[in-house]
T-cell receptor, first 116, second 111 residues
Framework: AQTVTQSQPEMSVQEAETVTLSCTYD???????LFWYKQPPSRQMILVIR??????QNATENRFSVNFQKAAKSFSLKISDSQLGDAAMYFC?????????????FGEGTQLTVNP | DTAVSQTPKYLVTQMGNDKSIKCEQN?????MYWYKQDSKKFLKIMFS???????INETVPNRFSPKSPDKAHLNLHINSLELGDSAVYFC??????????FGPGTRLTVL
């Protein structure tokens, strides 16, 4: 079974600074997807970024980028120019690429605080 | 024009009662899910339906029964509610192998 680990329960960053959230995962599969979801206090789950395991290029979405290290099974999220609205719980998630593997396996989450 | 909607958003009930949470998606997706988020914010899959067929059934008490009347709806019925059922329940949908879109969540409190 796949597992996802986020070793930082809490992180804080100053507004306009850069922060990196860590995620490691364990799997025996070679084809899969990785995601970062954001959950603000409204509790809505919002997809931040997605990475296909077969792609070597790291995904980027505006101020959000990932560092995907397949051999190390590491998938960190970098938030540049942090904004107050980035404050939220961030979840790393894994999904198998097999047709029957549609579930998301989540990490424990990292609570990000953005200080003005 | 909400993509994935859930009703109700808040549900407070007594132990032993039976309750349902409804989920609807208007994205044309063929797969729908129920996740449970516990008090420590941990999210875990409960059920998944693809084209009205149950494809994932995690180790969930049989007091929980999902029902999918059509591809756009996946309801969750819970019998004999217990204190430990208090949590936030999320519905989600996707096309197979694509990213999942989540509903706003239903906060269930069992007294």
């Amino acid at each position: 079974a796949q597992t996802v680990t986020q070793s930082q329960p809490e992180m804080s960053v100053q507004e306009a600074e850069t922060v990196t959230l860590s995620c490691t995962y364990d799997t025996s599969e070679s084809d899969y997807y990785l995601f970062w979801y954001k959950q603000p206090p409204s509790r809505q789950m919002i997809l931040v970024i997605r990475q296909e395991a077969y792609k070597q290029q790291n995904a980027t979405e505006n101020r959000f980028s990932v560092n995907f290290q397949k051999a190390a099974k590491s998938f960190s999220l970098k938030i540049s120019d942090s904004q107050l609205g980035d404050a939220a719980m961030y979840f790393c998630a894994y999904r198998s690429a097999s047709t029957s593997g549609s579930r998301l396996t989540f990490g424990e989450g990292t609570q990000l605080t953005v200080n003005p | 024009d909400t993509a994935v909607s859930q009703t109700p958003k808040y549900l407070v009930t007594q132990m032993g009662n039976d309750k349902s949470i409804k989920c609807e998606q208007n994205l044309g997706h063929d797969t729908m899910y129920w996740y449970k988020q516990d008090s420590k914010k941990f999210l875990k899959i409960m059920f998944s339906y693809n084209n009205k067929e149950l494809i994932i059934n995690e180790t969930v008490p049989n007091r929980f029964s999902p029902k999918s009347p059509d591809k756009a709806h996946l309801n969750l019925h819970i019998n004999s509610l217990e204190l430990g059922d208090s949590a936030v329940y999320f519905c989600a949908s996707s096309r197979v192998r694509n990213e999942q879109f989540f509903g706003p969540g239903t906060r269930l409190t069992v007294l």
